[in-house]
Every structure is written in structure tokens, then in C-alpha cells.
């Protein structure tokens, strides 16, 4: 061991006692904390069952650990707040190592700090201060030194947040300093004072205490030690009471092993025939779960920085309605340790009656309907908390106990129960977009390998019809056979689900399972991605398990198999605009790129907001039929990328998108220049003529 540099506890003899018992006190505050926190809070919640698969729980927090947390994957889409984040995470994990190799070579592995591994060792655990301190001193800058831009009102600049920055820089400087005196100490003509090289910050610090007696070195060392470890006691302490963002060190592990491992598009189901309230109207009709995720949160703001509706100006910031929850929640608990949750100008808070009802009180209910669901929020938060889930379970409410649904949305949900699809006003029927084509229906009893699940859109209004007969061509050129339900076709259900309305969504979904699995049908094709992941992840839940394909992908597998040939160029610049439930919903990213760069002739170019950082065409949710009254329309905002990078067509994926972003086309004057084709249109057009049956 290399006495004088590494040494443990050296001239503190007294140190393994002081030291182990305010470990013990700090361990047993921890553990009470945590019992506590679930006894006064979690318990206060309604029970939901995250533990199964346990196995493949465990095995997905490994992957999840090693990719996101370890190298920061998903911090790292952000790289000014992403790097500091990686240096601080990093810093610590060294000076833990350290720190546990210290202990162990104290006792036991004692040739573990000879020689050069001692060296090395010294070098690790002053690296990892360094680092903590490189990007301590970044955040101070982000956060407190720069102005925020446009849009990022995410830094709060809390108490809370210098806080942390403090204590933890306390904790590192002080160890630099004690192993700064350390040093000074040593003969400057002795082998330590060669390796004290090894010791980089505490060198550099050493000349500060260059002049002093022995004894003053001795005397500031223990002091220095002492306050060293207190502080460090004080942070584990601290971190395990208060409801502070330094707490996601706890919480964030949790809320990822604890996450979702089912498919991202799927909402969980009522049991309504058990159910004591359907959806949320106060704290303590959330699961657990959902409260975990407030304690996760860590305000970083990347959330709102993608909100669609925020970004736009709509009445709702993911982050503000997380912290504002969380807010309530600590109030309905009389949690003792609880700390304030900063302001949040979006969100004031009505005092009332306990418990109060959330809506209104404690969020507006114009935020709660200015939700896309589109799952940018989700996409992007590094916690993985649930955004989407916690927005639809108030809206159940509002729909299914308060009766208190948009002014456009009731017609909505009354078509779809009394004539069975979202598509108010058209007198068109369900097989009319069919004429001319000669399509097959399940109920003439015919043989078919594939169902063609139109949907309300593409079947009855018009131009959604076009995409319907475009992909029914491509069907038949490739030669696949195929049938639709023709009129025994009802609406999916999502509009239904998405707005609040659980009761008719099963309603919906039951009917057609039952429809389906009479046909005996074990393969859909879809056009549109609502319909494509309600069926897919969705009706799983009541018993409708089938083989669901979007026809972005059914497309891009007949051109590699060379079923479809594109004879015909289309000399054109395109850009392709991701469906939120088509790509983040579902990860289905590739294919429509794939069918685009199929096509002869066009020149692909990418708009900067695509892939996972798509931005959303402002119609999911039931935002398709609700009216925006405040900010800019979320269409607008996404039509101005199409034109930065002055695309002659924007291709889509999804009936919902192309009718908002052509609705924006128009509204800019726009319709001379650009067009909105879906991708069957743009691959009809691109098919030779004679293969066109």
C-alpha cells in the first residue's frame, strides 16, 4: 500500500468507527425512507401488477442498464445536457470503485494498492472527481449562466436543483482537498512525491498548503476529513428523505425496471363490469405505478421540448403535468420529508376539499384534451415515465362519470356507436370506394390468404378513398388474394379509446372480434396506423389475437421479393412524414423508406424532425376531430419542415396525417407546389400500367 498517498484512514485512527456508524444511520435512514415513502404514499394507490414476466423484467432492466444507463443512449439525443450528465454519472461510479476497493484492500486484499495497480487506483478515483466536477460546473452554466432559447423553459432554476449542485460539489472538493494535504505532507525528496503525479487534482491543489507546519497540515487534514464525511453522509441522507431531483437515483432504477415491456401503442384496459370509477379523478386513482413515475421525474424538460402542443402553444407541458401531480401527490400524503415542487406557471392549483378532483383543481382540463398521444414525451424521457396513460385515465373520467367531452368530439362518439364508424355527415357507404375494382368480400365465402381492413377513412371519406383503391391495386398487381369485411366493417374503436370513452372502444372491439374470428380471419392489412396498432396491440386484451400488417410493410416485402415492378419514374423531391403510431407507437421506421426509395426517379431527402424526433401532424388523440383554439395549429408547424427542405411531396403513411397536413397545405396557399400523396398512391403510380389489374 502506498502509505501517505492511498492509504485508509490514515491519521484518523478513530475513522473506521465514525466512519461505519454514520454508514449504518445513513443505511437505516435509507431503508426508512423507502418504507415510508411506500407505507405514506405508494400504498395509498390502486394496485397494478408490474412484477411478470419477472425473468424477462429482469433481463430487459439489464439491457435497458447497460444501453440507456450506462452509455447514456437516450441521454445522449441531447448532447449539451446529455455529456455533463455522462461525466457526473461516470465521476461517481469511479469514486464508488474506489471507494469499495479501498475498503477491501483495507482489510483483506491488501497487495490490491501496491505498486502500479496503487497507482492507477490514485489515478481512477482523482479522474472520477474531475469528471464530476467538468460537468457540475457545465450544468451551472447551462442552467444559471445561459439564456434559454425559444421553447425551453424546461431549466427551472429551482433551490432544489443549486442545492444539489452544491452539496455534491462539496463533497468532491473536500476529498480533493484532504488528499491535497495529504500530500503536502510528503518529503518532496522521497518516491511518494514521484508518484504524487498519480494524484492529479490533489497535486494541483497541494501547493495551496505549500509553507504549513506538520502539525497545521494535521490538524485542517482531520478537519477536512470530518466535514468530508459528514457530507457524504449528509448527500445519502438527503437523497433518501427528500422528494429532491437528486431522489431519481433511486426512483429512475425502480421506474425502468418497473416500466412497460408490453407494446407502446396499447392503453390499459377497464374492467368495467368491476370496476369501482373508471379513470382518474383524483391522486388516488392512480396505480403505484403511475406514482413512481412522479417520483422519477427529474424536470429535465425534454418532454415539454418535444411536446407537439406545447410547441405550438397549446395549454399543455408533459413536464408541468408530471410536476404538478406530483405536487398534489405529496400534498394528499402529508408526506413528512416532502420538499416544495418549483412553480409552474402553466398549472395553479385550486385549494379544496381532500381529495380534490385533479381536473380543474390541479390540471386544466384544456390540457388534458390538448394531447396528441403521439408519445414524443415518452420517446424522449430517460426515465421512462408514462405520459400518455395518466392523460387518457382523466379523460376517461371526464367522458364516462362527468360527462364532459369537446364540443367536436360527442358527435364523434355517437356516430361510432349508432353507425358504426368516426366519420360524421358522409353519406357514403362502406364499399363504394370499391367501385370498379372488383373486391372480395368474407361474406361471398370466398378463399383468402389476407383481410384488407379499410377502415372508417379510407372507406368512406374521400380522400382517404383514393389510398384504399391505391393499395387494392398493389394488391392485385402483386397477386395477392385478398377480401374485405365490405359493410360488416365497424370502426376500430380507437377514436373512442383515445378520447375517454372505454365503454364503447370494447363495445367496438368485442363486435368485430367476434365478426373476425367467425371468418376464421388470421391476417389483416391495414392502411391506416391507428387502426394497425389498435388491432394488433390492443385487441390481444379481449381476445383478438391476429397476424396485423401496415401497408408500409406489406409493400416494402412484395418490392424485395419482386412481386411489385416500378416501371414508371416519378421525377419528383419527397420527404416522408412519420405517423406517431406507425413509428414511435411501433418502431416501424424503415419500410416506408423503403418503399420510397424503391421508386424510380425521386429524390429522397429527410426533413430534420423525422424517425423517432418526428413531429407529429397534430391528429391523434381525437385531435383529429377537436378544434385547436389556441396557439398555431400543430399541422402548420409540420408542414413549415416539409418546406425547409423544399420537398415537392410529402409523403404519408396514415389517412389521419395526409387530411391534417393537406388541410395546411391549403391553409399556406401552398397546393400549387406541394402535394400530400400516400406511399400506395406514390408506388400505384410508379407500377406499370399493365400490371394493374
Not at 404538478?324 to 406557471?345: I, N
Not at 402483386?478 to 373512442?496: D, K, Q, R, W, Y
Not at 388491432?535 to 408500409?552: A, M, R, W
Not at 399541422?635 to 389517412?655: G, W
Request: proline share 4%; with cysteine.
Amino acid at each position: 500500500m502506498l502509505d501517505g498517498l492511498r492509504e485508509v484512514f490514515w491519521e484518523i485512527p478513530e475513522g473506521p468507527w465514525v466512519v461505519y456508524s454514520l454508514a449504518i444511520v445513513a443505511a437505516v435512514i435509507f431503508l426508512y425512507a423507502i418504507v415510508v415513502r411506500f407505507w405514506v404514499v405508494w400504498r395509498q394507490s390502486q394496485p397494478e401488477d408490474r412484477f411478470h414476466p419477472f425473468w424477462q423484467r429482469i433481463w430487459a432492466f439489464i439491457k435497458v442498464g447497460v444501453v440507456d444507463g450506462l452509455l447514456h443512449k437516450k441521454i445522449f439525443r441531447e448532447p449539451y445536457p446529455g455529456i455533463p450528465h455522462f461525466l457526473i454519472f461516470w465521476g461517481s461510479v469511479f469514486l464508488l470503485l474506489c471507494a469499495g476497493i479501498d475498503f477491501l484492500s483495507h482489510y483483506w486484499f491488501h497487495y490490491w494498492l501496491e505498486g502500479t495497480s496503487g497507482l492507477l487506483h490514485s489515478l481512477a478515483a482523482d479522474l472520477g472527481g474531475i469528471m464530476i466536477i467538468v460537468g457540475l460546473i457545465v450544468l451551472i452554466i447551462r442552467r444559471y449562466a445561459q439564456k434559454p432559447g425559444a421553447f425551453q423553459e424546461q431549466l427551472d432554476r429551482s433551490r432544489d436543483d443549486i442545492t444539489g449542485i452544491i452539496i455534491i460539489l462539496a463533497v468532491v472538493i473536500t476529498g480533493f482537498l484532504s488528499e491535497a494535504i495529504r500530500l503536502a505532507t510528503i518529503d518532496p525528496a522521497s518516491q511518494l512525491a514521484a508518484w504524487s503525479i498519480w494524484s492529479p487534482g490533489g497535486l494541483l491543489l497541494s501547493n495551496a498548503f505549500t509553507g504549513l507546519s506538520m502539525s497545521v497540515l494535521l490538524i485542517s487534514y482531520k478537519v477536512i476529513w470530518y466535514v468530508h464525511v459528514l457530507l457524504t453522509v449528509g448527500v445519502v441522507i438527503y437523497i433518501s428523505l427528500f422528494y429532491t431531483k437528486l431522489s431519481h437515483i433511486i426512483a429512475a432504477p425502480l421506474n425502468v425496471f418497473f416500466r412497460n415491456l408490453g407494446p407502446r401503442g396499447a392503453l390499459s384496459p377497464i374492467n368495467l363490469e368491476e370496476a369501482e370509477f373508471y379513470g382518474v379523478n383524483d391522486i388516488h386513482n392512480f396505480t403505484w405505478k403511475q406514482l413512481l413515475d412522479l417520483d422519477a421525474c427529474t424536470r429535465c424538460g425534454r418532454c415539454q421540448e418535444r411536446c407537439p402542443a406545447y410547441l405550438s402553444g397549446q395549454p399543455l407541458s408533459p413536464k408541468k403535468l408530471i410536476q404538478s401531480l406530483k405536487a398534489e401527490t405529496l400534498d394528499e400524503s402529508h408526506y413528512p420529508f416532502k420538499t416544495k415542487v418549483p412553480e409552474t406557471s402553466m398549472f395553479t392549483k385550486i385549494e379544496g376539499d381532500s381529495p380534490r378532483s385533479l381536473v380543474d383543481n390541479v390540471v386544466p382540463e384544456e390540457a388534458i384534451w390538448s394531447c396528441c398521444t403521439c408519445g414524443a414525451c415518452q420517446e424522449i424521457c430517460p426515465v421512462y415515465i408514462e405520459h400518455i396513460d395518466k392523460i387518457v385515465d382523466m379523460r376517461r373520467n371526464l367522458v364516462l362519470e362527468q360527462a364532459r367531452i369537446p364540443e367536436l368530439a360527442e358527435p364523434i362518439l355517437t356516430s361510432i356507436e349508432v353507425r358504426g364508424h368516426a366519420c360524421k355527415g358522409t353519406t357514403a357507404t362502406r364499399t363504394d370506394w370499391e367501385e370498379g375494382l372488383d373486391i372480395k368480400h368474407l361474406s361471398d365465402g370466398s378463399e383468402f390468404d389476407l383481410v384488407f381492413w379499410v377502415g372508417c377513412q379510407g372507406s368512406l371519406e374521400d380522400r382517404s378513398m383514393k389510398i384504399a383503391r391505391a393499395m387494392a391495386k398493389i394488391l392485385k398487381a402483386a397477386g395477392i388474394n385478398f377480401a374485405t369485411l365490405g359493410s360488416e366493417e365497424s370502426c376500430c374503436g380507437e377514436p373512442a379509446r383515445r378520447i375517454g370513452n372505454e365503454y364503447l372502444f370494447q363495445m367496438q372491439a368485442m363486435k368485430n372480434i367476434e365478426v373476425l374470428k367467425n371468418y376464421e380471419v388470421k391476417k389483416i392489412l391495414t392502411i391506416c396506423p391507428h387502426g394497425f396498432n389498435t388491432i394488433k396491440n390492443e385487441y390481444p386484451q379481449f381476445g383478438g389475437n391476429f397476424e396485423v400488417l401496415h401497408h408500409s410493410q406489406l409493400i416494402a416485402q412484395l418490392i424485395k421479393e419482386g412481386k411489385l415492378k416500378l416501371n414508371t419514374a416519378l421525377t419528383s423531391r419527397i420527404t416522408y412524414h412519420d405517423p406517431c403510431y406507425l413509428g414511435r407507437h411501433n418502431g416501424i421506421y424503415d419500410p416506408p423508406r423503403e418503399v420510397l426509395k424503391a421508386i424510380p426517379g425521386i429524390e429522397f431527402t429527410e426533413m430534420e424532425r423525422h424517425g423517432w424526433n418526428s413531429f407529429c401532424c397534430g391528429g391523434g388523440g381525437g385531435r383529429f376531430w377537436i378544434e385547436e383554439t389556441s396557439g398555431k395549429r400543430i399541422s402548420d408547424v409540420r408542414i413549415e419542415d416539409v418546406v425547409d427542405v423544399k420537398a415537392d411531396i410529402v409523403a404519408t403513411a396514415c389517412p389521419f396525417c395526409m387530411q391534417m397536413l393537406e388541410d395546411a397545405i391549403k391553409g399556406k396557399g401552398l397546393d400549387e407546389s406541394l402535394k400530400d400523396l400516400d406511399i400506395a398512391e406514390l408506388i400505384s403510380m410508379a407500377l406499370d400500367s399493365s400490371e394493374q389489374k
